[in-house]
C-alpha cells in the first residue's frame, strides 16, 4: 500500500489553500533515492502527485549483449572470407548484414548502460528513453539494409553469376547456428523491451538471410538456380520492413509523447467523472516514458472540501488508472468555483 504524506496550511476548512498529497509505491527507488516526492506550489490549487515507477528488467543482461555482438562478427568474418573466395555476392551481402547488426547490438548494450543511470537534477526521469533512440536507430538501420538488399537482388536478376554453392551452404550454416543461438539468448528479454525487441529482429533477420543463402546454396550446387538467391532477398527483405515499421511507429510515439495506442484517453476521463464529488477532468496529457512506464496528468475540479477529504478520491482514481496499466499519476486538485 502507497504511503500518504499532507502538508496543510493554517486553513484547514479552505480548499483554494497550497497544499500537496503524494502516494508513492513503498517498494519504487530510483538512484538510491527514496519514492516519495512533495510539490509545493505557489499558486491557489492543490497538486497531488502518485508514482509507481518500472523498472528495466531484469532478464537483460548485458553479458548477453556482448557475446551476441561477438558472433555477429564472428560469422562476419567467417563470410566475408567464404564470399570472397566461393564469388557469392550473397554471402558478402550477408555478411554486411551481420556486421551492421553487431554494431546495432552494441548501441542497444550502451543504451541499456545509459538507462540503469539514476535520475538527477537536470534528467528528473532518468536515461530511459536512451533505449527507445536507440531502438528507433537500430530498426532505421535494418530498412537501410534492406533497400541496400533489394538493389542487389535486382543486380542479380539482370545479370546471375556462377558461385561455388558448396561453400556458401556451409559458411551460411555457421551464421544460421550462431544467428539461432543468440536469439534464444535474446527471446525472452526481446518480449518486454522494445530495444532488446529490436536487436533480436536484427537476428531475426539475420537467420532467415541466412536459411536464405543456404536454400540458394543448396539449388545453385544440385540444380544450378542463380535466380532463387535474390528471390529469397527479396521476400526477406519485405518481412525486415514490416517489423522495422511496427518498432520505429512505436518509438515515434513514444518520442513524440503520444498516448499508447492501447490506451483510450476518453474512456479514462469518464470512469473517473463517475467517481462520487468529482464534477469535471481537464487539461489531460498522457504520454509514456518508454515502454513500461506510462504516465498520467489532469486537474480534476472536486467539490469544496477539505484536503484530507481528496485522499480517497485520489485513491480511487489511482485505481481507475492502475486498470489501464498507467503507473505515474499527478493529478492537481482544484475546487468548484461559487
Known sequence: MSKNHMHENDHDNDCRREFSLSNENSQSSESGRGGNHSHESGNSRGANHS????HISPEIQGARLVFVVALNFIITIAQTIGGLYSGSLSLLSDALHNFSDGIAIMISYFAI????????????????????????????????????????AIMKFISPQPVNGGIVIWVALIGLVANFVGMLLLSKSSKGDMNIRSSYIHL???????????LGGVLIYFFN?????????VLIGFLVLKESYVIIKKAANIL??????????????????????????????????????????????VQDMMV???????????????KHNINHVTIQFECVEK
Open 51 to 54: 508514482h509507481s515507477h518500472g
Open 113 to 152: 548502460k545509459i538507462a540503469k543511470k539514476g535520475r538527477d537534477e537536470k534528467r528528473t526521469f532518468g536515461y530511459r528513453r536512451s533505449t527507445i533512440l536507440a531502438a528507433a536507430v537500430n530498426s532505421i538501420a535494418l530498412i537501410v539494409i534492406s533497400i541496400l538488399l533489394f538493389k542487389e
Open 204 to 214: 531475426l533477420s539475420d537467420a532467415y538471410s541466412s536459411l536464405a543463402v543456404v
Open 225 to 233: 538456380i542463380y535466380w532463387v538467391d535474390p528471390l529469397l532477398t
Open 256 to 301: 513524440m509523447q503520444g498516448a499508447p495506442d492501447d490506451i483510450d484517453v476518453e474512456e479514462i476521463v469518464d470512469e473517473i467523472k463517475r467517481i462520487q464529488k468529482v464534477e469535471e477532468v481537464h487539461h489531460i496529457h498522457v504520454w509514456g516514458l518508454d515502454e513500461k512506464n506510462i504516465n498520467f496528468e489532469a486537474r480534476v475540479q
Open 308 to 322: 484530507s477529504d481528496t485522499k480517497d478520491i485520489l485513491e480511487q482514481i489511482e485505481h481507475v488508472l492502475e
